[in-house]
């Protein structure tokens, strides 16, 4: 795993007993991982009673550090091994890197589908409405005498954050339904996605 | 149900019976290829030239007969009510018979032709759809993450337009599902008692 400089530092000093005892080490730890999977960022996240006495220019330097290291693992999909030569390396003793590991193994599988969720993709659908409607006649042609679809995708734009609209288009019955057509190619893609699953 | 014709229209189709049936055949394709392509003026100058008659009068001719062309495949007028309609014109039997031929030639494309100019959405022209697995981003390596991309083809008023969505196996077998219940109320009692009463 690479890390950088600073956050090589900052582990280092989690790592030292003269800094941080083991329960306070232990507790940093978890409130990184904490903080990285709660949804909203807060503020208050360091304010634990364990750190009062430590300087906040450490505490907060040494929260960096662990929670850029965290999700360079989560990233890497690094395991046990990886994990524990990269902090025995920066001076963590068995029992630190034993106390990482494991909080590790906790928080992984979270972070992971977190990180999953970040990226670009096409607009998503999330969504699918419809109305069925029976065309009598309009201002220019009597007596249509014809059912229609009006279908709705929601859609979602880019991220999470992103807009959602939605795609409006109508369709026949034999569009709708017949083979080649919307609901049977769906129907094609699903089940070759079936059989993908079982390759 | 029967077409009533105003006073003007009644007088512009006047015109009609002072000609040869030939020429009144010729004046029916006029009519019809202006209601596929547009008016084209020339044509009754070069026209009233021939008949050695006032081009305003060729004129009104040709868009009377256009109107009863559109007026009677409109309302989609039986024969029977269109012959009573154009009886009131005091035309020949000959006449009478040709005008009724036009019409039944006719009515279905200039029905279709008229259904152009209602207001509509983009209609389902065709979708593709491409299976994919991502397997590494910015944000996370080693994914496994199944997606399915579409490319959905819309058409509006002979306008294309192709949108490229994407969506999850979930999300795609729940679109399936919903558009499946959407083409089963069509069978329902009570969408086939309305598809079959209003006629």
Redesign the interface.
Known sequence: MELSESVQKGLQSLADPMLFDLKTFSVLIEVAFQSLVSAHADSSVLDQPEFKRIDQMLLKHCHNAATTCILEGVKQNADKSTISSCLEDLRFDAERTDVFYSIYQKYRSDLETLLSSIGRCPPHINDVSWRLEYRIKNGHVHKVNEPSYLISLNVENANNGGSSEDLHFSCTMEQLQVHNDLVGKMKDAAKSLEKATQL | MLLVLSDEHKEHLGFLPEVDSVVVSEFGRIAVEFLRRGTNPKIYEGAARKLSADAETVQHGVEGLMYLLTES????ISEVDFQDSVLVLGFTDELNQLLLQLYLEHRKEV?HI??E????????HN?E?R?DVQVA???????V??????K?H?EDRGEKSA???????A??????Q???K??A??KTTH?RR??RN??
């Open positions: 495949s409109k309302l989609m029905r008229l259904s100019l209602t207001p509509s959405l983009p209609h389902y979708l759809w299976l981003s910015r944000a996370l390596r080693q994914q993450k199944p997606t399915v991309s579409m959905l819309l949108k490229v969505l994407q969506t999850d196996p999300t795609l077998i729940h679109l399936i919903e558009l499946e959407a083409l109320e069509l969408c309305i598809l209003i006629k």
